[in-house]
């Protein structure tokens, strides 16, 4: 008898603690969608390095900062990937699909490159102030010459893109919008 109870207990306890649980909802980035075009570095490699940022938030949480400045993170949501691997792979993916470069690598690559494109992210969450929910995506690239590390150019891309709803699901909506706009923006920046 004591066996069936405890058994029956232990159903009871895993039984109980699957109703509590909360399946926890991974997003992504979507692909680059960047028309391709003439370019002055058309002949040129360019190794696209590992974006650095506060170190907190290049993990896979996805956070949101209120109007009086508190910030936290969604529970139950969370990026696919760190962030700062999200966005590299959206900031070479727009590359390769522009024609920008003649080719595109990654951080780990050890091909030779003519030059190097650096990546900060200084801001990615949602900011929420009263009835108002918003992207704040703010990331700054620079581009080097790979032999010298002589900077070619430099620029910063800010993004305030308004939120739908705000949750986590709102906020990747708009991050995805800014992205795309990123995306466009830093290719005509380049070819400038």
Not at 41 to 53: L, T
Not at 95 to 111: G, K, P, W
Request: aromatic residues 10%; hydrophobic residues 40%.
């Amino acid at each position: 008898m004591k066996k069936i109870s405890s058994f029956l207990l232990l159903l009871l306890a895993l039984f109980l603690a699957a109703c509590g649980s909360q399946a926890v909802r991974m997003y992504t980035l979507a692909p680059a969608q960047v028309p391709a075009g003439p370019s002055p570095f058309h002949g040129s490699d360019v190794r696209v390095e590992y974006p650095k940022g506060i170190e907190d938030t290049m993990g896979t949480r996805i956070y949101y900062t209120r109007g009086d400045l508190t910030r936290s993170y969604y529970l139950y949501n969370e990026w696919s990937q760190p962030l700062n691997r999200l966005v590299m792979a959206h900031l070479i993916e727009a590359l390769q699909r522009s024609h920008t470069f003649r080719n595109v690598l990654d951080y780990a690559s050890e091909a030779g490159a003519d030059y190097l494109l650096e990546t900060t992210i200084y801001r990615f969450d949602q900011r929420i102030t009263g009835q108002e929910a918003y992207a704040d995506v703010s990331i700054g690239l620079r581009l080097l010459r790979n032999g010298d590390h002589k900077l070619v150019k430099s620029r910063r891309f800010d993004y305030r893109i308004p939120c739908e709803s705000a949750d986590a699901p709102g906020f990747v909506k708009a991050a995805n919008r800014a992205m795309e706009r990123l995306a466009v923006d830093m290719v005509r920046w380049l070819r400038r």
